[in-house]
């Protein structure tokens, strides 16, 4: 026994792979004797945090998943929530959610880019179309000359691929912190659309236990690229050298294999053919033929001498595990298969496209639960296929972070000066020049662009008045001084955004970023994260069931330095939403001189974290706002209210920088060329301009203002809009003629200047 594991350990050093001697040893069990260096490679990726959940697939379990609307929850590539329905079809969203952090950090451009790859591949083999991608980014600062060049690369990789591709891109939102340094965060969202009767699953379906199906891989030929990618995404950055693991995108082939995805599962549809349909990601050819047996109740032979590769003379495990772009799987039965291939080699003539690209048969399924591998006429791996795929779990110790600082006892106000601060800020400059990259209005359903309301808003379905509104948020500022409402709040920002439109609230996804889960005060603050974000959901249950659902998402562990420092605890949430009239969404921009400002939501003594303490006061600490479930959700019910009856004319959370500062993004929205301004009836008290206790401001003209009095939570008129470009309060005036092209143009300045 001693003998195996010394071989054991030499091989995992030699082979630098990140599992522990004690899971090799587990490997050799269910093996019976030495693995082969394909099966070493394989459980090393299919038990790896980014592809088991190993730390925290517990903790994940306690995160609401269910509601009436969810047609189907985490479990497959994507989640799905029903929509709307259309000339007697229903329609149905799909939604996405993962994170290409470490790829990024080493190569930006093609990090960037493979993770919008990655994430729409996983919302097209749900059988949908894509309809819109969200990025969700973090840097460090501006002042860095490196995380510079980490913020321009991955703009460049996300745009180049998502306009290529032709899908909108919605927006999301951008961080700068200084914790980013050295590990930027790249979460990307996608969306789809897709009918309720072309859901596709991705497994091989029952009637393969009675008829011979097979499993057909599409796309680019298999290369190097990307090989060891999931366990590189589940160790330190720094404990990995070189760069083979960073994926190599092609939008371009991507677009045309969808095309042709489309047309072939219109064919099996058409012919009532029973199939299973997965993209390949992490673990490449070894992740997607063990998952579609395993998850189907079967097993799978597979032949490595019929994968279409690049780069010949490729060892078994590089071929089974890279992790290549632009590749499907798909299990069809073996009599239709050769009509399958053909569509892709003949009508859509992918290998005239690419070299080495088309559709090839590489397996077949099968009734005995073994993971069967071979290569060169040998086997290269045999193992049983749920061990492959229902890995392990670690019960990883957990100890509370120390506290935060309290708040500070001088607070001095200077509204003006204290604005100007705040919008010139990394945190409160316009993103305009970020999004300017991106192209939001291909498809032609973008109702609302990214910026000009708190959430984007989307028409999807052709002939429908319907509208989807999405929204990505998380504070890092938060989650350093208070994990669990880091969590909390993640899902109250999204959420406060989607209503902020006039949209209820249907579901969400989150991507929870954290460091070293070994370390018990990182596992601490996970584990308080996910408990801010589930009780947040239970409490915002709001379009129906007891909670708004989860429905996909990521985990992304093992997010530090050099040093071993980790990142600020980063859980991002997306939340989307629906109108039953896009024409009744609302945006941010002020409308008419002598219009209300109405704040709904109290102001408490809430600063910590904050953009005000940290811009005007350079301090980090503080009480971070409470999430009081119960009021957020009443809100929410008051603002759509009152939007549905045509109420409201501009609607915009408050969230950074408190009311003061959302009253000053409301006038920049409108623009000085339709000189309106706001007026604020507010004293010079920090905690009334500038705390960020949850809330909206909304435009109301003076007629159609309701009753304040009697209402589920406080209301009040706070201000009102002014015919001149300026913000003004209690004996004080800012000209924001001067103050405008720089907070616009200052984002470029700040990471696209000249080196």
Known sequence: MQDLTDRLAAELKARRLSMTIEEACKVSSFVGRMPTPLELHLFDT????????????????????????????????????????????????VLAHESHNHPSQVLPVEGAATGVGGIVRDVYCMGARVIGVMDLLRFGPPSSQSSRAVARGVVQGVWQYGNALGVPNLGGDTV???????????????????????????????????????LILVGKPTDATGFGGATFASADLDAQGGMGAVQVADPFLKRVVSEANARALDMLFERGIE????????????????EMASHGGMGIELWLDRVPVSVQGLPPEVVACAETQERFGLAVPQDVAYDVVQIYNEE??????????????????????????????????????????????????AVAAAAGSPDPAARPVDPPADLVKMALSAAGVSRAPLCSFYDSEVQGVTHLRPGEADAAVIVPVPGSRAGLAVSGDGN?????????????????????????????????????????????????????????????????????????????????????????????????????????????????????????????GARADELGGGLYYRECLGFMGGSVPEFRGGTELAMAGLVLDWIGRGIVRASHDVSDGGAAFAALEMVFASGPWNGLGARLDIARDPVLLYSETPGYLLEIAPGDLPALSGLPVPARVIGEVVPSFTMSGNGWELDLSGLYPAWRDRLAAMVWREE
């Open 46 to 93: 299919m038990w790896s945090e980014h592809c088991s959940y190993k730390s925290s697939r517990k903790h994940l379990a306690t995160l609401p998943k269910s509601a009436p609307q969810v047609v189907l929850g985490p479990g497959e590539d994507a989640g799905i929530v029903a929509f709307t329905e259309e000339g007697g079809v229903r329609w149905d969203i």
């Open 176 to 214: 700068f912190h200084e914790g980013y340094e050295s590990n930027c965060l790249v979460n990307v969202v996608s969306i789809g659309l897709v009918r309720r009767d072309r859901i596709v699953h991705s497994f091989v379906p029952r009637a393969a236990r009675r008829v011979p199906y097979v």
């Open 275 to 290: 199939f299973g349909f997965k993209d390949l990601g992490a673990g490449g050819i070894a992740c997607v033929s063990s």
């Open 348 to 397: 859509f003539e992918l290998p005239r496209l690419h070299p080495g690209a088309g559709a090839s048969i590489v397996g077949r399924f099968t009734n005995d639960k073994t993971y069967l591998v071979l290569h060169g006429g040998s086997q290269v791996a045999c193992a049983p296929v749920d061990a492959i795929t229902e890995g392990i779990s670690h019960d990883r110790p």
């Open 476 to 600: 890092p500022f938060y989650g350093a001084l208070d994990p669990y409402l880091g969590g909390a709040h993640a899902v109250g920002e999204a959420f406060r955004n989607v209503v902020a439109t006039g949209a209820t609230p249907l579901a969400a996804t989150d991507c929870l970023n954290y460091g070293n889960p070994e370390n018990p005060e990182v596992m601490w603050q996970f584990q308080r994260g996910v408990e801010g974000i589930a009780d947040a959901c239970r409490a915002l249950a709001i379009a129906g069931g007891d909670s708004l659902p989860i429905v996909s998402g990521n985990v992304s562990f093992y997010n530090q330095n050099s040093a071993g420092v980790s990142i600020p605890p980063s859980p991002i949430v997306a939340v989307f939403g629906r109108l039953d009239d896009f024409a009744k969404a609302r945006d941010i921009s002020l409308k008419r001189p002598g219009d209300l400002l109405v704040l709904v």
